[in-house]
């Protein structure tokens, strides 16, 4: 572990702030706003906090002297809303004006909840429609947005059946004279907007199509579906409405519908503008699409958070790789605007740039969490950054106003592909700084050692496979080499079920990752092709899909891999040094129990889950994942020592927030367990 002192860390926060008072006395404020952009102290105003969606609070109530005094103030059920089978509850709740928001269930309702005693206030749920049943991420939506329209406070929504909803925050009815009319049973004459028809408008498919829009039906499946899963965010008066499509490694035809970017306007709920996330002639990136591609290829979605800078007025947009992961034969070129960032121009939908992490992507790199804006001292200059953190273990780092790097992004020659008609990019983006915070690539070196039998055992294993670096290539089943797969590590170190956190005030990254390696199989499409799966999109099966994943294990069940197999890795900003990291919490039972491992000694090897985690004024606050134990840590932002533990109903799991009501902060986890499926839970001081 590389450790800093805690010394050296105050230093440079005292550096930064005789910087931007420095700023502000000049004239330039800009660059010294805030990274809060909450008016309230107390205030939890966007999913991630902030815009700058940092997950930072500056309440410090509880700190490290009492943190162990928490108890549960409330639970609520997120399953009272839907059926608890395969529920997954991934909504962070805002607190804004005395209440919390969320939404829960697959019909993903939209609730108020009082924040003293978890009772419900009000719920919303938008009528069923047809478009709904296609939904392939009802279970996934991951809350809800804020925004004052003269003075009033609104909820905006996204739905899975892709409407816009606008509640007001105190009642939950819908505004008046906003949006348009939707022409269905239940639905109410204003408030809403149905986002399919401003996203088709202008989409040749389906202008050639011949088909009359159905606001039941939505989109017909041969021509494509998608829907949402993160909120909107509202900046500057506008709406910005992301977009998610069917996992690629469920996709097995060419077309769908590309994921563009929709602008509303928050008082009226006005169409302001549409980024198309695939060119189209013209534009720039269209050449990054050869053999017209982009006439039929979809997705390129946005299916993790925006954030955004309200004073510069810049949204910026992760995005997902094109239609069908792991092949892309039928796509050649890089393929703008798949697996980049986009910094977009809030009132107008400009570009104003973008940087692609993954050219021509087919290892399902897509961009899994939000990105993160701080204002941090790079060589005695302030700069604005933003930080998108990655599937590949790499924090890219961006001037968040130019786009430059704030170091140097090397291309790199990769591997080619051996599969028929693919035609990967012949280099890849490397970035030189920070370092990689997590395995990359996979070598002998990197096995299992416990004992000598599991590491002969785990050599055995990969003498069927093609192990490599990071962008390691697919080959298909059958493969010359009598090779079963490929394996591609990392498979998502870090991922949405563990958002990256940050410290404004220094310029501290937290992030969480899960060491991990995936291997696929690579068959024709015509072999698994179903017709009648709903997954199912377009009319062209593809030359080569994906099936049977995940079917590349370790000696005995256990990891094949070194440990440790999470970790969270404090990343100091203003100079790209890993300042520690730690395990992910403690070794597992399955692992300290193993017959394999009876009286070997082990290092804490963590556990096999995303770690979860939110910073205040005083802590890094902390919990395992899924897989881990049911404990709320406090941890030292300077060191990663433990600080402190209290026991959770269930274990933690995707996010967390923090609010000040009646004089006392509240902690609200995500959980989830046998007993607990989907619920929020309440902690604060007695």
């Not at 009772?119 to 049943?133: A, I």
């Not at 093609?466 to 990392?490: A, D, E, K």
């Not at 730690?582 to 290092?603: C, E, F, M, S």
Request: glycine share 10%; charged share 20%.
């Amino acid at each position: 572990m590389i450790m800093k002192s805690t010394a050296v860390v105050i230093q440079q926060k005292i550096i930064n702030s005789w910087l931007l008072i420095l700023i502000l006395f000049s004239g330039t404020a800009d660059l010294a706003v805030a990274q809060s952009q909450d008016p309230v102290a107390g205030d939890w105003r966007y999913i991630g906090g902030d815009a700058a969606h940092t997950r930072y609070s500056p309440l410090d109530q509880v700190d490290a002297s009492n943190f162990e005094n928490l108890e549960v103030a409330w639970i609520w059920r997120g399953d009272n809303f839907g059926p608890s089978v395969d529920y997954v509850f991934r909504s962070t709740p805002i607190y804004v004006d005395g209440l919390l928001y969320t939404v829960a269930g697959q019909r993903r309702t939209i609730a108020a909840v009082d924040p003293a005693t978890g009772e419900t206030v009000w719920t919303y749920r938008e009528p069923h429609t047809k478009r709904y049943d296609r939904g392939m991420r009802n279970n996934y939506g991951k809350g809800v947005a804020y925004g004052e329209v003269d003075g009033r406070g609104v909820i905006f929504a996204s739905s899975p059946a892709f409407f816009l909803h606008a509640l007001d925050a105190k009642t939950g009815r819908h505004l008046e004279d906003w949006g348009q009319a939707v022409p269905l049973a239940g639905f109410p004459e204003g408030g809403v907007v149905d986002l399919l028809p401003d996203l088709v408008a202008d989409w040749a498919p389906w202008l050639d199509s011949g088909y009359t829009y159905d606001p039941d039906h939505g989109i017909p499946r041969e021509l494509g579906n998608l829907s949402s899963s993160s909120p909107p965010i509202v900046v500057n008066g506008v709406i910005i409405v992301s977009n998610v499509h069917e996992q690629g490694y469920y996709q097995t035809r060419i077309e769908n519908i590309p994921g563009d970017i929709l602008a509303y306007d928050a008082r009226t709920g006005e169409h302001l503008w549409k980024f198309h996330v695939i060119p189209r002639p013209g534009e720039f990136g269209h050449d990054t699409w050869e053999n017209d591609a982009w006439q039929t290829v979809g997705d390129v979605s946005s299916w993790a958070p925006m954030s955004a800078d309200p004073d510069r007025g810049i949204v910026y947009i992760p995005t997902n790789p094109p239609t069908i992961d792991f092949y892309g034969g039928f796509r050649p070129g890089d393929n703008l605007f798949g697996t980049s960032l986009l910094a977009l121009d809030v009132r107008t939908g400009h570009r104003e740039w973008h940087y692609q992490l993954v050219h021509h992507d087919i290892w399902n790199f897509d961009n899994p969490t939000a990105p993160v804006l701080l204002n941090v001292t790079v060589d005695g200059q302030l700069k604005p950054i933003v930080v998108q953190t990655t599937k590949q273990g790499w924090a890219y780092t961006f001037d968040r106003e130019t786009g430059e790097p704030i170091w140097p992004i090397e291309e790199r020659e990769v591997p080619r592909s051996e599969v028929p008609g693919e035609q990967l990019s012949p280099t890849q983006p490397f970035p030189t700084w920070p370092l990689a915070y997590d395995m990359q690539g996979l070598t002998e070196s990197d096995l299992i050692d416990f004992t000598p039998e599991l590491r002969q055992e785990a050599l055995e294993i990969i003498k069927n496979y093609r192990i490599g670096p990071i962008f390691n290539p697919p080959i298909q089943t059958g493969h010359p080499s009598g090779l079963r797969s490929f394996v591609s590590c990392p498979s998502g170190a870090t991922n949405i079920f563990g958002p990256t956190s940050a410290d404004p005030e220094t310029g501290i990254l937290y992030v969480g990752s899960l060491t991990g390696c995936r291997s696929e199989n690579i068959v024709p499409g015509h072999e698994i092709d179903e017709p009648d799966d709903p997954k199912t999109t377009g009319k062209t099966i593809s030359d080569y899909a994906v099936i049977n994943r995940g079917n590349f294990r370790g000696p005995q069940g256990l990891p094949i891999f070194k440990p440790p197999y999470s970790r969270i890795t404090a990343i100091d900003m203003n100079t790209g040094e890993h300042l520690w990291w730690i395990p992910n919490g403690d070794t597992p039972d399955r692992i300290t129990n193993h017959p394999a491992l009876k009286d070997v000694p082990l290092p804490n090897t963590g556990v096999t889950s995303h770690p979860v985690t939110m910073v205040t004024a005083s802590l890094l606050i902390h919990a395992e994942g899924t897989a881990g134990q049911p404990l709320l840590r406090a941890i030292d932002k300077s060191t990663g020592a433990r600080l402190g533990a209290v026991e959770l109903p269930a274990s933690g799991q995707y996010g967390m927030m923090t609010y000040m009501h009646n004089e006392r902060q509240h902690i609200v986890v995500q959980i989830a367990g046998r007993n607990q499926p989907g619920s929020l839970v309440a902690l604060r001081l007695p």
